[in-house]
């Protein structure tokens, strides 16, 4: 059974960083396309960042462009989200998703197999 714990999540101050990680288990980390996705309290969950199986592809969202990097990290299983200059509209749970079958659409939520079950990111202003 595949499991995804997300951790690193916080309360920060605006301008400020955090490094979100999302550990996988239960499976074989190299054949995930992992992605981060984000829900703010009353509004849809909405796409981060993605990076593709061997990590040479990551895509990101007009909103987090400049801010955020994805990278994996295969000595650990985890997939990394370092937030930098972070704004009260990042404020959101933050999500880990895993895809692990072909036909891969980064940013559509609806065809990610596995999901973390959230940490929560507030950033004060």
């Known amino acids: 059974q595949v499991r995804l714990v997300e951790s690193g999540g916080g309360l920060v101050q605006a301008g400020g960083s955090l490094r979100l990680s999302c550990t996988v288990s239960g499976g074989r980390f190299s054949s995930y396309a992992m992605g981060w996705f984000r829900q703010a309290a009353g509004k849809e969950r909405e796409f981060v960042a993605a990076v593709s199986w061997s990590g040479d592809h990551t895509y990101y969202a007009d909103s987090v462009k400049g801010r955020f990097t994805i990278s994996r990290d295969s000595a650990k299983n985890a997939v990394v989200l370092q937030m930098n200059s972070l704004k009260p509209e990042d404020t959101a749970t933050y999500y880990c998703?895993?895809?692990?079958?072909?036909?891969?659409?980064?940013?559509?939520?609806?065809?990610?197999?596995?999901w973390g079950q959230g940490t929560q990111v507030t950033v004060s202003s």
């Open positions: 998703a895993a895809r692990g079958s072909s036909g891969w659409l980064p940013r559509d939520d609806y065809n990610y197999d596995y």
